[in-house]
C-alpha cells in the first residue's frame, strides 16, 4: 500500500544534500515541501525509508521520516504544482 511520507532532515554538506535529494527524487512520488523537508510516497516503513537514506547521510546529518496524517496546513510552498501535489497526497 502506498502512503505518503513526511522526510526531514539535516545535512551539513552541499553535496550530500544533493545526493539525498536525488535519492529522495528515486520515490514513486515525491515533492519538496521546503529547503529541508521533502514528502514522498512509499509501500516502505519509516524504518526502511530512514535507512535507506543513512547510506547517503553522515554521522552529523539527521533524518525524521513519519507518516503523513490526515490534515496538514501551509503557506508559500514553491509553486502551485507542489501546492497540488500537496492536497492530493497529504
Do not use: Q
Not at 17 to 25: V, W
Amino acid at each position: 500500500m502506498m502512503t505518503t511520507y513526511i522526510v526531514a532532515f539535516d545535512v551539513s554538506d552541499i553535496n550530500r544534500m544533493k545526493i539525498l535529494e536525488n535519492k529522495l527524487g528515486e520515490y514513486d512520488g515525491y515533492c519538496p515541501i521546503h529547503d529541508n523537508c521533502w514528502a514522498v510516497v512509499s509501500n516502505k516503513s519509516p524504518a526502511e525509508i530512514r535507512n535507506g537514506l543513512l547510506e547517503v547521510l553522515s554521522e552529523s546529518d539527521s533524518v525524521f521520516v513519519v507518516r503523513s496524517g490526515t490534515s496538514a496546513a501551509w503557506y508559500n510552498s514553491y509553486s502551485e504544482k507542489h501546492d497540488k501535489w500537496l492536497k492530493e497526497k497529504l
